[in-house]
């Protein structure tokens, strides 16, 4: 492994960064021109130009990115305003020692309802969380036990029509060009395709749908700290195995009013799994946040936003909205970059850049957005609290910054599938029925879904077992440019 192997989030969890790490190599050629892109030497060049803001004495580049290859040029940043108790630029490097990391500020007491849940079940006991009851932590789950058997179940249950597509290759898109040349696969991965029921962005100019992947984690707490002292709320899509390790924190995020999401048990990209195996992964991470928070989220991110139909098909079918973030060209997305500092495979200059693009785009853009971050490392912890956060609270015009949920004008009732309101905010499964994402059989149509799912809206819509894949055409033909036309019947 090439990673520096500093820190203590490295022995608890390994497989996790192991996975992020193998990932990033496999993936190489379809993760990182995405930043690459974005850190082009004209780019670059002309950034250098732009008049040096206040708090640029503090957070101008040090160049020192210990031992981390440099970027094609010089990162050129400047920021509106810095945390005064940032850690400085300097020390913000792969191989850093681990710091210390703020007690949770308060202990969540079981029984306690959240206030900005009507209705929300009280919450379950965290402390007699058994992990034995759990599949071990970031591997793919096995697909023969009873729960997994039983979720397999609900899905056949809920007539779902899974595309038959092969999983994807490891190797990135140069590895896969079958797969890429399949534009009706619709694989945001290699090229950026999505559909309608993707959430890709916030719908209002200025809004910032803030959203943090991979904890719970030790340095969720410095982070909820900052966010209570500026007083803003975040989604976590939050990975299974690392919930079993931190249900207390997980708990705090919940009852502080943070939006709490599905980021898979064993973190893989699931476009290379079974649909028994993705059954699994989503299924699991489902079970062990109602089991800490006693209710179910109804979004999930793909990790490394890797999701094709196939995927979509099981995530909404088990009640699941996809969240991606913000694209704005095939090759150039939302993408701080922040998790490859911890690896030494980017330096914190070079995301500050990375977000510096980001802003500069988001400020003219005709809508909100979304941005990948993450709470796993301290470094990506550190970023976001000294730099990014504070950047971003300064800017003028002022940006809107809230949960993905309220960002799309949803209370906090409807992130999760015990408490949304069936009648006002259609469950996933039927908004991809009707919006045409999905298809059921009709056999099935009038089933109720059991895993989480609408029973109602959809089933007038049944049609055998024609795909429909007009509503994400728009979206599709920008990237993909091949595919027009309104159904696409697949081979099942
Ligand atoms: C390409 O895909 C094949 C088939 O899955 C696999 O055996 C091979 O290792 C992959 N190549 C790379 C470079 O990952
Ligand atoms: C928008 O993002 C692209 C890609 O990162 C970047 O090259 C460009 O400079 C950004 N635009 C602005 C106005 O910052
Ligand atoms: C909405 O439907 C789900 C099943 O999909 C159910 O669990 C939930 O309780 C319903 N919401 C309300 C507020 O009744
Ligand atoms: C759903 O929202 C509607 C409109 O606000 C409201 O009348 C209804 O009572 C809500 N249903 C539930 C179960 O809360």
Not at 57 to 76: L, N
Not at 236 to 248: C, D, E, Q, Y
Not at 279 to 300: C, F, Q, R
Not at 334 to 355: E, K, M, P, R
């Amino acid at each position: 492994m090439k990673l520096a192997v500093s820190s203590a989030v490295l022995a608890l969890v390994p497989a996790l960064v192991a996975a992020h790490a193998d990932h990033a190599d496999a993936l190489h050629a379809r993760h990182h021109p995405l930043d690459a892109r974005q850190a082009t030497p004209s780019h670059a060049a002309s950034s250098t130009t732009s008049t040096p803001a206040t708090g640029a004495a503090t957070s101008a580049p040090t160049g020192t990115g210990t031992g981390t290859p440099a970027a094609t040029a010089t990162p050129s940043f400047t920021l509106l305003a810095t945390n005064p108790t940032a850690v400085p630029l300097s020390d913000i490097v792969s191989n850093q020692p681990s710091s210390a990391t703020l007690p949770l500020a308060s202990t969540a007491v079981p029984g306690t309802t959240p206030s900005n849940i009507p209705g929300a079940p009280p919450l379950p006991n965290a402390q007699i969380l058994l992990p034995s009851n759990y599949p071990a932590l970031d591997v793919p789950p096995p697909i023969d036990s009873d729960e997994v058997k039983q979720w397999i179940q609900e899905v056949q249950n809920t007539g779902v029509v899974i595309p038959n597509f092969a999983p994807t290759n490891a190797g990135g898109c140069p590895n896969n060009t079958a797969a890429v040349a399949d534009t009706s696969r619709c694989w945001w991965t290699c090229g950026g395709c999505t559909r309608s029921t993707d959430i890709t962005e916030c719908p209002t100019p200025l809004n910032w749908g803030l959203t943090y992947d991979d904890g719970p984690s030790f340095y969720t707490s410095n982070l909820l700290s900052y966010l209570d002292q500026v007083n803003l709320k975040s989604t976590f899509f939050v990975v299974g195995s690392r919930v079993i390790s931190f249900p207390a924190t997980l708990q705090t995020q919940y009852l502080a009013g943070h939006q709490i999401a599905v980021h898979t048990w064993s973190h893989p990209s699931l476009t290379m799994l079974s649909n028994e195996e993705i059954i699994a992964e989503l299924g699991w991470s489902k079970k062990v946040i109602k089991d800490v928070l006693g209710v179910t989220p109804n979004m999930m991110r793909p990790p490394f936003g890797d999701i094709d139909d196939r995927v979509r098909a099981i995530s909404l079918a088990m009640g699941l909205t996809p969240v991606m973030w913000t694209r704005i060209s095939p090759l150039a997305t939302y993408d701080t970059d922040d998790f490859n500092i911890h690896g030494g495979t980017t330096t914190v200059q070079q995301v500050l850049q990375n977000w510096e693009n980001i802003l500069g785009n988001a400020t003219t853009s005709k809508t909100g957005f979304i941005v990948l971050e993450h709470d796993l490392f301290e470094q990506t912890v550190e970023v976001a609290t000294g730099y990014i956060l504070p950047d971003a609270l300064a800017h003028n015009p002022p940006f809107t910054i809230q949960p993905v949920v309220s960002c799309l004008k949803q209370d906090m009732t409807n992130a999760y599938i015990e408490t949304n309101n069936n009648s006002t905010n259609p469950p996933a499964f039927s908004a991809a029925i009707s919006g045409g994402v999905v298809s059921v059989t009709g056999s099935a149509a009038t089933t109720t879904p059991t895993s989480g799912g609408s029973s109602g809206s959809g089933s007038g819509k049944s049609s055998g077992v024609s795909v429909h894949v007009g509503s994400g055409l728009a979206a599709l033909t920008t990237f993909a440019g091949a595919l027009v036309g309104g159904v696409l019947s697949l081979g099942l």
